[in-house]
């Protein structure tokens, strides 16, 4: 079977895809509830006989590893992670999204929002806090100066790989993750959920895929090669 440089150069495209993906999670390695992304490649089945020279093509998807991050003590009451499954979900201008960085501030309208300024959504709607003394329960039950004003929503999903990412970390649901049932919260007031992404294993994924560029570097040249070598032959014998 012999490989064209374009053959090369489209294997070689996958791994740019894959280093922006990389590198994306390293610029996010700090940043709370962030779910690193990765790409999955395999070949197609395009190609019917082996035996008819045909190169086989490959296909690449990208997924996200919504695995849990490491909970941090912050000792901010407005803090909160999740422990295991489920999403905060907060109000943007496209509809709901949902997010496991639980960094929430308050505005000046006494609105409880995300760190974008999106509202954050209690079990009945926007949640308004008027008062000095705030503490969330395990439930999310949220009592300001001794009185529950709110519970935090929070959400899961029976195919939470079916949710689509949006920008700054959100997630939104085009209607085929399926909202399911949560038998409980646990909710940690006073600490953040941090980054999935372990810095030392992308960086290791990077030098793995500069290394595959060479290689890629090198059979394109080899290529180039072998064709101004038959180009000469072919002159000679003329």
Excluded: C, W
Aim: no cysteine; charged share 20%.
């Amino acid at each position: 079977m012999s490989y064209t440089i374009n053959d090369i150069a489209s294997v070689a495209s996958v791994k740019v895809n894959q280093l922006d993906l990389v590198s994306n999670n390293i610029a996010n390695a700090t940043t709370p509830g962030y779910k690193t992304e990765h790409m999955m490649a395999s070949i197609g089945d395009n190609v019917s006989d082996p035996t008819n020279n045909e190169v086989p093509q490959i296909s690449a998807s990208v997924y996200v590893d919504f695995s849990q991050g490491v909970i941090e003590k912050t000792g901010n009451t407005l803090d909160v992670a999740l422990q295991g499954e489920g999403f905060f979900e907060v109000e943007t201008p496209m509809g709901p999204g949902y997010t496991r960085a639980g960094n929430f501030t308050i505005n000046k309208a006494g609105t409880l929002i995300d760190k974008l300024g999106h509202p954050v959504m209690g079990e009945s709607g926007r949640i308004t806090i008027n008062g000095d003394d705030i503490q969330i329960a395990q439930n999310g039950a949220i009592k300001v100066d001794g009185v529950e004003v709110a519970t935090l929503k929070v959400v899961a999903f029976e195919n939470p790989n079916q949710l689509k990412r949006a920008a700054n970390g959100l997630f939104v649901n085009s209607g085929q993750a399926s909202l399911k049932k949560m038998d409980e919260k646990n909710v940690q007031s006073g600490y953040l959920e941090m980054s999935n992404a372990s810095v030392m294993k992308e960086m290791v994924q990077m030098i793995d895929i500069q290394r595959s560029f060479e290689l890629y570097q090198k059979a394109i040249l080899t290529v180039s090669d072998q064709d101004r070598l038959s180009v000469s032959r072919v002159g000679k014998l003329a």
